[in-house]
């Protein structure tokens, strides 16, 4: 079985996931190689040969510059043919919920999306996948030839294993694309991005309102976290969409996720829920987030969330 990893970059630097990926690949001790789309890409190389890449294979085009979802996934389906790959591997990111189904009409490839296990057994691969919103966990297997899987960040720990990679330059076709991302227009500078962050502290309803959400920033500060809310907070116009987590906002499976003055509704638990460890703190022990949580605080956030602060701060 031959693996292709796709690449994931964004500002001149690689997607953790790509490295999570390498890691998985290697784990399941099948052949694999790494495939960047791009223009400026070649020093990209080196830092994938770390998490113990030995091919990297560049598409190369001065039009890859800028991302386009249509033209990226036709140079993403050459690719797997020339490279004569049965899987494509992917992260569960919005980039892979986007290229991912494109690639899969191109090559009339099955497709499974958001996998938090992936196994090899026998000569296939058997793929676990959370469905309606974490209820249930489908064990699948996929019969098309050529089969694509998107693997949920943070599942797997990205390790590194140096080795030397052989690399690879294909002058690539850029056909017409039928649409070009322009420009990104970035929330928040240097922000941490919930869905690669280590521990996220998750503000909710219970926070009672954008004024109160310093106590979320400063206790995500002391401990180097995101920041996260739940839909309440986000449609109340509390918190930015781009930190909403569950199953209309992101997917997260940070080490920590501290949930403060979230409920634990099915939605919200939908997207987080395969985090390592679940903090909760709610004033009601009947709160549903307590069902999920490994440690829980029965208490009034507002006088629990300063005294950790504090305590926090004292030992910084
Ligand atoms: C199709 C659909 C998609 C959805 N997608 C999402 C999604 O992606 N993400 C999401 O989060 N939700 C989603 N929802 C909404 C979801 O059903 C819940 O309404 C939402 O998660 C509730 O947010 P909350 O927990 O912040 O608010 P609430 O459910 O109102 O909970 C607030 C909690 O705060 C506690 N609290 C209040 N005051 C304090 C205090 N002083 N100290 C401690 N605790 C306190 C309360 O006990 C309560 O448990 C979706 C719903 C639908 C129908």
């Known amino acids: 079985m ?14 953790k ?63 797997v043919q020339d490279r004569g ?17 494109r690639v899969g009409a191109i090559l009339n490839a099955a497709m499974a999306t958001d996998c938090t296990k992936v196994e090899l057994d026998g000569d296939d691969l058997k793929l676990l996948r959370p469905m309606y919103a974490g209820k249930v966990h489908a064990s699948i297997r996929l019969t098309s030839p050529v089969k694509i899987v998107t693997v949920r960040p ?16 294909v002058d690539a076709e850029a056909a017409d694309f039928k649409a070009v991302v322009k420009e990104i227009i970035s929330g928040a500078q240097g922000k941490l991005d919930v869905t690669e962050a280590d521990i996220i502290v998750s503000g909710g309803r219970g926070m009672k309102g954008p004024e109160n959400w ?14 996260g809310a739940s839909r309440a907070a986000v449609d109340a116009g509390w918190r930015p969409h781009d930190e909403q987590v569950g199953q209309t906002g ?16 099915i939605q919200h638990l939908a997207g987080m829920s ?12 009947e709160a549903p987030i307590f069902k999920v949580a490994d440690y829980g605080i029965v208490a009034d956030l507002f006088e629990v969330v300063p005294r950790m602060i504090e305590e926090l701060k004292s030992k910084n």
Do not use: C, W
């Open 17 to 79: 996931i790509t490295y999570e990926n390498i890691t998985l690949a290697k784990q399941l001790g099948q052949p694999f190689e790494v495939l960047v789309v791009g223009s400026d890409v070649d020093h990209f190389a080196d830092e994938m040969a770390k998490y113990g890449a030995e091919k990297v294979v560049f598409y190369k085009n001065s039009a890859f510059a800028q991302y386009s979802p249509d033209g990226y996934a036709k140079v993403i389906a050459k690719a």
């Open 250 to 265: 992101k997917t997260v499976s940070p080490s920590l996720y501290i949930a403060v003055g979230i409920s634990g509704a």
């Open 214 to 227: 310093h106590l979320i920033e400063d206790l995500a500060g002391l401990l180097g976290a995101a920041t």
């Open 2 to 15: 031959k693996i292709l990893i796709y690449a994931e970059h964004r500002e001149g630097k690689i997607r």
């Open 274 to 285: 395969s985090s390592k460890y679940i903090v909760a703190i709610n004033k009601d022990p």
């Open 85 to 101: 790959a049965d899987v494509l591997l992917m992260g569960a990111t919005s980039t892979g919920k986007d290229l991912g189904p």
């Open 154 to 169: 943070n599942v797997y720990s990205a390790a590194e294993a140096p080795a030397s990679a052989q690399t690879e330059t």
